[in-house]
């Protein structure tokens, strides 16, 4: 048995396109089975009718309600689904533990439950299944709110010649933006990575003693600053050429407008002792006039994640 999920797909609207013929391929699976529309939870919220799903009980049993939680004292929003527990250093420097993510949902998911009597399954970036879940007789590749190296849920980067500087910096679409000044032919530029847990740990200090002061005004915007770990990223392009060459991570490659880039390694080093490997696609929008140039979110290397991804590792 396969089980396909759309997230928010409309059953109402699969069988209007199916009669009208515009989808075959929906057409010729339904006729060897059937159609049978299900009521979803209250909330309908994803994560809430995929924990439902995987467990078959409802929101008062598997505990998420939503997207979003509030942190009671702070009143600071963050997901439901998950609580972390950061990574420990000694004296800012030597990692004694690694970064632990926990699950808040409960209930006991149903292929866990097939799984202990015998019944082999794969579960495939299902949501609501991260941190992954040691399946029996089975395998699981987590799927939401599994996180991008920045720890959120899919942060791009652009870059491009024509964005003025009051444009630069995180943009309402989950990404951030950042100008491409070129002297000659060449930019220099830096791809953003994840968080610096040091420099982190001293904007959150600032953060919670209240409103940032004058005095600390100038230190709090240094910090902002170098918040994130970073690769530095150079491009060469020639106005009108359709192409540019990209520098990344000791890597050089030519990209054709409209052209995605192989899986790129993306290395990112907190110290000596502490390397954060990922991976990154790159799309060049345009190389004619102007320059825009698209960065995948940093996902975690799946030969070395910073927290586990699947089950078995």
């Known amino acids: 048995m396969v089980i396909l ?16 013929g515009r989808m075959p391929a929906f057409k010729r699976v339904m006729s060897g089975g059937g159609m049978f ?45 998950v609580r972390r527990e950061p990574a420990k250093f000694w004296f800012d420097w030597i990692p004694v533990r690694r970064p632990k993510l926990i699950s808040t949902r409960g209930g006991t998911s149903f292929w866990v439950t097939a ?11 299902v949501p609501v299944t991260f941190p992954p879940e040691d399946v029996p007789n089975g395998e699981l590749l987590a799927g939401l709110p599994l996180p991008d190296m920045r720890g959120t849920i899919g942060f791009f980067s652009y870059f491009a010649t024509d964005l003025s500087r009051l444009e630069e910096g995180n ?42 002061t004058d005095a600390n005004r100038t230190l709090y915007a240094e910090l902002l600053a170098a918040e994130h770990l970073t690769v530095p990223l150079a491009v060469t392009w020639t106005p009108g050429s359709h192409t540019a060459a990209i520098h990344l991570n000791g890597e050089r490659f030519t990209l054709k407008t409209s052209e995605w880039s192989k899986w790129i390694n993306v290395d990112f080093r907190l110290n000596v002792f502490v390397k954060l490997h990922g991976m990154v696609q790159l799309y060049l929008i345009a190389a ?13 290397h799946p030969d070395a994640p910073p927290v586990p991804i699947s089950a078995p590792p």
Request: overall charge negative.
């Open 288 to 300: 004619d006039t102007e320059l825009r140039l698209y960065v995948s979110p940093v996902n975690f």
């Open 171 to 212: 943009s309402e679409m989950g990404g951030i933006l950042k100008r491409l000044a070129f002297q000659g032919n060449t930019a220099q530029t830096v791809l953003a990575g994840p968080p610096n847990p040091f420099v982190k740990a001293k904007i959150e200090a600032i953060e919670d003693k209240g409103p940032v």
């Open 5 to 20: 999920g759309f997230d928010g797909l409309d059953p109402d609207l699969v069988k209007e396109y199916m009669d009208a």
């Open 115 to 125: 799984g202990e009597a015998g019944v082999r399954s794969s579960i495939l970036t």
């Open 37 to 81: 529309p299900l009521e979803t939870t209250v909330s309908p919220e994803s994560p809430t009718a995929w924990s439902s799903f995987a467990t078959g009980v409802n929101p008062g049993k598997h505990n998420i309600y939503d997207f979003l939680v509030r942190d009671l004292g702070t009143y600071a929003i963050d997901l439901s689904m």
